[in-house]
């Protein structure tokens, strides 16, 4: 699809504050699978519009890949071809929305990126020209150390003259943002129950009836598994890809010094409303414990290796922000990332099993506001959208 095309469809899409198609009639008693932010983005939009809604998680809301995330809501480089673009920065609107809405704790201005070697370098600025192809240049653009110096005082920008400047970009409180859409869904009459654990479907002939549980039987109309890395395992597909860990550590409140994203070399880095300062390392705790590896532990196995870590990504962090002495650390915590194996979301009903609907993605924090729209839509309205056509799960088969 090209972009005039996609633009014109654009246009006619709505995203309205509130709605009451379809579910407000029918009273669809409809399972969500996982207590995450894209699980409790869709449960909230459905619950608004009138569904019954049941949202069950394994272990506690956000206790996996949201409530370990660098948290960044963002529609940068990775977010291609156009179609994927295009839903990336609806979702900056609908957050906008959401944040009225819910009173979500959400730091709007922007984001710096820059590499070290000039071949990366070249390589930011041909995938800023690419996006400049897919939305207004003014919204992504290269500027140089003296115009990022102005934007943030108390970067080392380290003399690029390389720096993508991304103004729509913010970053929220995942675990308040969690908080706000569990109580939403309450509100809205629907139920969340954990620590419960998906077993199976149970059909009546070819109508999905019910599904069973660690703690019993809920009887509904559709399940929507959002699910993240235990997609493959829960539903016996080959979607996703191996996932992978990144050590994210969170500071006790200082005062305010840093606006905006900053993603330098090896490390990302953002100010929360609260003081509080988030750090990203997205290569990876490094470990060699294959064992613990494999179930996925969200902390390190003991306070020394813990500490080898921080100090390490400290220093990385300091050579950056000079100013930033004496921080202290508050939590350290591994977040695995769901990763479809094409690296776009997958999203739509799974054909094999009628009822089932199926909402995964790696970018769950950017999306979740525009998804838990979409996915109402196309749910009580049992009609396919095209904003979606490019990321069902039909095309893994």
């Known amino acids: 699809m090209d972009r005039r095309s996609f633009s014109k469809m654009l246009a006619g899409l709505a995203l309205a504050k509130k709605t009451n198609i379809g579910a407000a009639v029918l009273k669809e008693k409809i399972t969500i699978i996982g207590g995450g932010i894209i699980g409790l983005s869709i449960g909230y939009q459905l619950s608004k519009a009138g569904a019954e809604i049941t949202l069950i998680e394994k272990d506690f809301l956000g206790a996996h890949a949201s409530g370990s995330s660098f948290s960044w809501i963002n529609a940068s480089y990775d977010k291609k071809p156009l179609s994927y673009n ?9 957050y906008h929305q959401l944040q009225e809405e819910l009173n979500l704790d959400i730091k ?7 590499f ?6 070249e390589q930011l600025r041909d995938q800023v020209k690419l996006l400049q192809n897919y939305q207004d240049e003014l919204s992504i653009r290269i500027i140089n150390h003296d115009q990022a110096s102005k934007l943030e005082s108390f970067i080392n920008f380290k003399n690029s003259q390389t720096i993508a400047y991304s103004i ?11 908080k706000n859409f569990s109580e939403g869904i309450k509100n809205n009459g629907g139920k969340i129950v954990f620590p419960v654990e998906f077993k199976k479907l149970q059909y009546r002939g070819s109508s999905l009836d019910s599904i069973k549980t660690s703690d019993g039987e809920i009887k509904t109309d559709q399940v929507i598994f959002a699910c ?7 539903l016996n597909s080959k979607m996703m890809r191996t996932s992978t860990p990144g050590i994210i550590l969170t500071t006790k409140p200082i005062k305010p010094l840093i606006n905006k994203i900053i993603v330098g070399p090896g490390i990302h ?15 990876g705790p490094g470990m060699l414990h294959d064992e613990r590896l494999k179930n996925k532990p969200n902390t390190f196995p003991n306070h020394d290796y813990e500490k080898k870590h921080q100090d390490r990504i400290l220093k990385i962090v300091k050579e950056i922000i000079p100013k930033l002495n004496g ?6 915590t591994i977040g695995w990332r769901p990763l479809p194996k094409d690296g776009k979301p997958i999203l739509g009903p799974i054909k094999e099993l009628p009822g089932v609907y199926l909402a995964v993605m790696h970018s769950g924090i950017s ?4 998804i838990g729209n979409l996915v109402k839509e196309e749910i009580l309205e049992a009609r396919a959208n095209r904003l979606l056509e490019d990321f069902r799960p039909s095309r893994f088969t």
């Open 116 to 121: 070290k070697s000039e071949k990366s370098s």
């Open 367 to 370: 999306l979740a506001a525009i």
């Open 108 to 114: 709007w201005g922007g984001s710096l990126e820059w």
């Open 168 to 178: 729509h970009e913010g970053a929220m409180n995942t675990l308040s943002t969690i």
């Open 269 to 283: 880095i953002h100010q929360q409303n609260d003081g509080r300062i988030i750090i990203g390392e997205q290569g």
């Open 228 to 234: 993240g890395i235990n997609t493959d395992d829960i």
């Open 327 to 332: 921080l202290e650390i508050e939590k350290t």
């Open 86 to 94: 295009y839903l990336a920065r609806l979702g900056i609107t609908a």
